[in-house]
């Protein structure tokens, strides 16, 4: 299947998008102030939606339909330890030693900011630390394949190598995507090389990457409230 074509953005394009992620980045800065032993997921949930509202924005992922799912039902995912992405907030507790990756989306007129930011709670163990760096240094390194004339799997390739020389596995089935007007636009990114799309990088491109980083397996698997991905060996 053909994808669609990946839109180019003005300069003013960019500077509605910056606005709306600053949101975004005040709200995970907000929550790594919050995050500790004893907070629950909903909690953090709470604030960041009253954080979007009084921000004169709208949350991006509450009421999002991906397929045949019922609508997300919450401002922010929240994935905890073997969780891998869009973990539902709730009734969860925090406690040390934990690693929970929180995921913000937000609509600010009329453009998306979308990122994700994962966190220690308390003491943790020194290979969950080293997960969360290598995961971050992977990160940067697709940021710097990110130049006008590379290629995308420039940026897939700098995230795989980095990742698998350190001993861990990239998600398959999640990718980063393009952003704008809508919250997945095209190109898919994919954390891995040789499948998809390769166009060259062309100025005005507006990329979300993100690295999903596990332990063990790569293989993920859904759960019953057909959102939370957890690792399928619960590394």
Partial sequence: MKEDPIILKTSREIELLRQANTIVARILQRLSQVIAPG?????????????????GAKPAFKGYRMSNRKPYPA??????????????????????????????????KGFVGDAARTYAVGSISDEARRLLTVTEESLYRGIDQARVGNRLQDISAAVQQHVESNGFSVVRD??????????????????????GTNPRLLAGMTLALEPMVNQGSWRVQLLADEWTAVTADIS
């Fill in 75 to 108: 401002c922010i995912c929240s994935s905890v330890n073997e969780q891998v992405v869009h973990g539902i907030p709730g009734s969860r507790v925090l406690r040390d030693g934990d690693i929970v990756g929180v995921d913000v989306g937000v609509v600010y």
């Fill in 39 to 55: 907070v629950t997921t909903g909690e953090l949930d709470k604030i960041a939606c009253s954080m979007i509202r009084e921000a």
């Fill in 174 to 195: 999640f990718v980063g995507h393009g952003v704008g007007r809508r919250m997945h636009e095209p190109p898919q990114i994919p954390n891995y090389t040789g499948v």
